[in-house]
């Protein structure tokens, strides 16, 4: 199995950062993708962004020019650094693997609140 734990939500005030982690552990070597998702209250949940073992990256429009997906080298650990942060970005954030073995994994969520 995949585990993946998420880290660095918390409450920012407008314009400001933050830097999400996400660590995957047990049977990493299947996972060929990694990303976000978002679920605001009353809304969908979105992608945000993701990340392929070859480096390709997507971006919701939304968060285009704002914020950066990245990964270690072995696809272990994934970062989404968030700047500019504005109060529609306010909503649980989970992290997400994709497996060949053991298809999609979310993470259990975390909480980012942009407010003043």
């Known amino acids: 199995q995949v585990q993946l734990v998420e880290s660095g939500g918390g409450l920012v005030q407008p314009g400001g950062s933050l830097r999400l982690s996400c660590a995957a552990s047990?049977?990493?070597?299947?996972?060929?993708?990694m990303g976000w998702y978002r679920e605001a209250p009353g809304k969908q949940r979105e992608l945000v962004a993701r990340i392929t073992n070859g480096g390709n990256m997507m971006y919701a429009e939304s968060v285009k020019g704002r914020f950066t997906i990245s990964r270690d080298n072995r696809i272990t650990t994934v970062y989404l650094q968030m700047n500019s942060l504005k109060s529609e970005d306010t909503a649980v954030y989970y992290c997400?693997?994709?497996?060949?073995?053991?298809?999609?994994?979310w993470g259990q969520g975390t909480q980012v609140t942009v407010s003043s």
């Open positions: 997400y693997a994709d497996s060949t073995r053991f298809g999609r994994i």
């Open positions: 047990g049977s990493i070597a299947d996972i060929y993708r």
